[in-house]
């Protein structure tokens, strides 16, 4: 058994809390109380963002890369976007604010999930390029 302080933030880790932030963010965008549904194109990106980050993490995670140079750039690609979306809902959750005129507490603790989501997929991205870059490349 591995310490808590020193275990690594693998695959697993980063797939668990991209769902986890999937399923905070599509819990509260349900509550028509927060996200009137006058603003459903607006919520509809937001549930779009974070799904197709969920997504990415898992599709990157299932490409097993074995040497393979094709398939190393599409996992390292894969995880890329996946960060890069994980930008657009900070900026998604940022605007969200004052539209919905939701309350700073919540929308510091939604950016903070979806932020430290991002640095563990760069985490996780930094490791397979070491871990993973196929020989002669």
């Not at 109380?33 to 919520?43: D, L, N, R, S, V």
Request: net charge positive; glycine share 4%.
């Amino acid at each position: 058994s591995v310490p808590v302080p020193n275990r690594g933030h693998g695959e697993l880790e980063v797939n668990t809390q991209a769902r986890a932030l999937t399923v905070y963010t599509l819990h509260i965008l349900e509550n028509e109380k927060w996200f009137p549904q006058k603003q459903q194109k607006y919520i509809e990106k937001l549930q779009d963002c974070v799904i197709e980050i969920q997504a990415l993490c898992w599709e990157a995670n299932e490409i097993k890369v074995n040497g393979n140079v094709e398939r190393y750039n599409r996992r390292i690609g894969l995880q890329d976007i996946a960060a890069e979306k994980c930008n657009r809902m900070t900026m998604l959750i940022e605007t969200a604010k004052p539209l919905f005129h939701l309350k700073t507490k919540r929308t510091i603790y939604w950016i903070r999930q979806t932020v430290a989501l991002r640095n563990l997929i760069r985490g996780w991205r930094d490791k397979d390029v070491t871990r993973l870059k196929p020989k002669g490349e």
